[in-house]
């Protein structure tokens, strides 16, 4: 049996390791807090003492980290991925970081001797716990093919963006878009609701025309609207708001490497900021509406 090594199990990465069980994977775990190292354990996994201790049998090592730094380390590390990791190992980053440092830590893989993709992801929490996530892939076809039935474990739809770095673009495109329609959305429930209109209400008519859009039917913003939501919970657990931040930071790296406008994206990273200043950075992104 296929030996997995998945390291970082947050809001993201525990419930996409317990899917990797259900589908029949050998999973050795990783991660500094221990309440994610129990669940996986009650459901099968091993818990491994170190990142080094998980992947040194792992045929495959997925991470799921928070940023470009700690992928650094977690890879290039004295005692990282890129240093004790057995021969001939797929390694999978799904995190989301700069396209850069996707590019720098792949490079070192190869020169090494492995073989590594970057596989960000889209679909938030509830895709985690789904099976249902979209991968975005950076790196050469055939590692993909080999990391295909892992991936698909986890999620309904895989892309091949193109080669290493790739995955990273695509996916801080597609979360720069995501944090304004999140701000598009909260302002337009908003006006809505000042103006006497229910917020259930003027969500449905929205998601049936022109408007409609992901965090309105998906993902809904506002309290009482959408009992599977973040927002029906005080805003806790989902994409929080400090990560939405550093993705359109990274949104904003990448425009300024290539000299792409990106006006809203920049006006969305200075709203988030505020509301990570105000307090609010580890409440899920939806909750912008208490800015």
């Given at each position: 049996?296929q030996?997995?090594?998945f390291i970082?199990l947050?809001?993201?990465g ?9 589908a029949?994977?050998a999973l050795r775990?990783?991660d500094l807090s221990a ?20 992947v ?5 090592v997925i ?5 470009s ?10 005692q990282?991925?890129l ?6 190992a ?7 970081i700069a396209a850069?440092t996707?590019?720098?830590?792949a490079?070192?893989a190869?020169?090494?001797?492995y073989t ?7 679909g ?6 789904a099976?249902t996530?979209?991968f975005i892939v ?6 993909l093919e ?15 963006a193109?080669?290493s770095g790739a995955?990273?673009v695509a996916k ?8 304004v329609q ?5 302002e337009?429930i908003?006006?809505?609701v000042a103006?006497?209109v229910?917020?259930a209400?003027l969500?449905?008519?929205i998601?049936?025309?022109s408007?409609?859009n992901w965090?309105?039917?998906v993902y809904?913003?506002w309290?009482?609207v959408?009992?599977?939501a973040?927002a029906?919970?005080?805003?806790a657990g989902g994409f929080?708001?400090?990560?939405m931040l550093?993705d359109l930071g ?8 290539v000299?792409?406008p ?6 969305a ?5 505020r509301?990570?200043?105000a307090g609010?950075?580890a409440?899920?992104?939806s909750s912008?509406?208490e800015?």
């Open positions: 049996m030996q997995i090594a970082g947050g809001n993201m525990a419930p996409m390791a317990l899917n990797l069980l259900k029949g994977f775990v990783f309440e994610p190292l129990r669940r996986l354990a009650d459901a099968g996994a091993q818990v491994a003492a170190s990142p080094a201790d998980a040194s049998d792992a045929d495959m991470s799921m980290l928070p940023a730094p700690q992928v650094s380390r977690l890879y290039l590390g004295e990282g991925v240093a004790t990791a057995k021969a001939g797929l390694l999978i980053d799904c995190s989301t850069g996707a590019r720098e830590v490079a070192a190869a020169a090494r001797g590594m993709i970057d596989a960000p992801v889209s938030g929490t509830a895709g985690a716990a099976g996530l979209t950076g790196g050469a076809a055939d590692a080999r990391a295909r039935p892992a991936l698909s474990a986890m999620g309904k739809n895989i892309f091949h193109g080669d995955g990273q801080i495109c597609n979360n720069m878009l995501l944090g999140m701000i598009g959305t909260i337009a908003n006006l809505g103006s006497g229910d917020a209400v969500s449905e008519i998601a049936k025309s408007g409609r965090t309105l039917e809904n913003p309290p009482g959408m009992a599977t973040p029906a919970r005080g805003y929080g708001s400090d990560l550093k990274l949104a904003a790296e990448a425009a300024e490497a000299q792409a990106i006006a809203l994206g920049a006006l990273r200075e709203l988030y900021r509301h990570s200043a609010h950075g409440l899920d992104f912008l509406r800015l």
